[in-house]
């Protein structure tokens, strides 16, 4: 997926992570030079827009599935000021 690039697999994919996971611009993620990385910021970007969409089908595949019941483990009902356990 990554091949043909200057970075490791693993900093492509954590810049992309970042990206799109808490709101940090490009140029906040090209401050990772306190790990010892000096990556430009249309790096990044390009990084971005080629390997956003496949981040964002993973994330959306791994989320659980959303349906219209709801599973309770306990209920307490209040009736006339008395609680009753379902």
């Not at 010892?36 to 981040?55: A, D, P």
Request: charged share 25%; proline share 3%.
């Amino acid at each position: 997926m990554y091949s043909r690039h200057c970075f490791p697999s693993e900093i492509i994919s954590d810049c992309v992570w970042l990206y799109y996971t808490f709101p940090l611009s490009y140029r906040d993620i090209e401050m990772m030079l306190y790990r010892g990385i000096e990556v430009t910021y249309e790096s990044i970007r390009e990084w971005c827009q080629k390997f956003g969409q496949q981040y964002a089908n993973q994330v959306r595949h791994k989320r659980p599935h959303i349906t219209n019941k709801w599973h309770l483990d306990e209920m307490v009902v209040t009736t006339k000021k008395q609680q009753y356990d379902l």
